[in-house]
């Protein structure tokens, strides 16, 4: 009774190592082969125990109750973390909630070149368009300031006024 529970664990055992080794792509590459290469070295011994043993000394694997289990787990284990990094990966590619300011349909958003042109700053970008999306001053010229000055209270952009005269 014995020598037939584990002549069809090693058969079983065997088949279910193979499968694991082919179905499960989410393990590397070395693990794929072990599990392929000891799940058929337990069914081909298991089949000749079956089917070609006729008596006499055999040799029993105590591994052959363990070894098929273990490389379950790890096959399952390394299938979840591949499930749980694409969901990372996914979650933190996704758009969150008002990250983009709509568009009209047919233009890009804010903040992206229209189809077919360099984006700002990069090489064949028309002049006078600098990074970020800013046009640069031309050249010479002092670039102008806005947000609030002192005391709080907002500037206008410095330069010159009419007449040549600076303005306040």
């Known amino acids: 009774m014995f020598f037939l529970i584990y002549t069809l664990l090693l058969l079983l055992g065997g088949i279910a190592m193979v499968a694991l080794g082919i179905a499960v792509k989410e393990q590397g590459t070395g693990s794929r082969i072990l599990n392929v290469v000891v799940g058929l070295a337990m069914f081909a011994y298991g089949f000749y125990l079956f089917f070609l043993f006729e008596g006499g000394r055999y040799q029993i694997f105590f591994y052959v109750f363990v070894l098929p289990i273990l490389l379950a787990v790890r096959a399952v284990k390394a299938r979840k973390e591949a499930r749980e990094q694409a969901a990372a990966h996914q979650?933190?590619?996704?758009p969150q909630p008002g990250m983009f300011a709509p568009s009209a349909p047919g233009q890009p958003a804010p903040g992206y070149p229209a189809p077919?042109?360099?984006?700002?700053?990069?090489?064949?970008?028309?002049?006078?368009v600098a990074g970020q999306g800013h046009a640069a001053?031309?050249?010479g010229q002092p670039v102008a300031q806005h947000g609030p000055g002192p005391q709080g209270s907002p500037t206008a952009p410095q330069g010159s006024g009419p007449q040549g005269y600076p303005t306040a």
């Open 116 to 128: 077919g042109y360099p984006a700002p700053g990069q090489a064949g970008a028309p002049y006078g």
């Open 91 to 94: 979650f933190a590619g996704a």
């Open 137 to 139: 001053p031309p050249h």
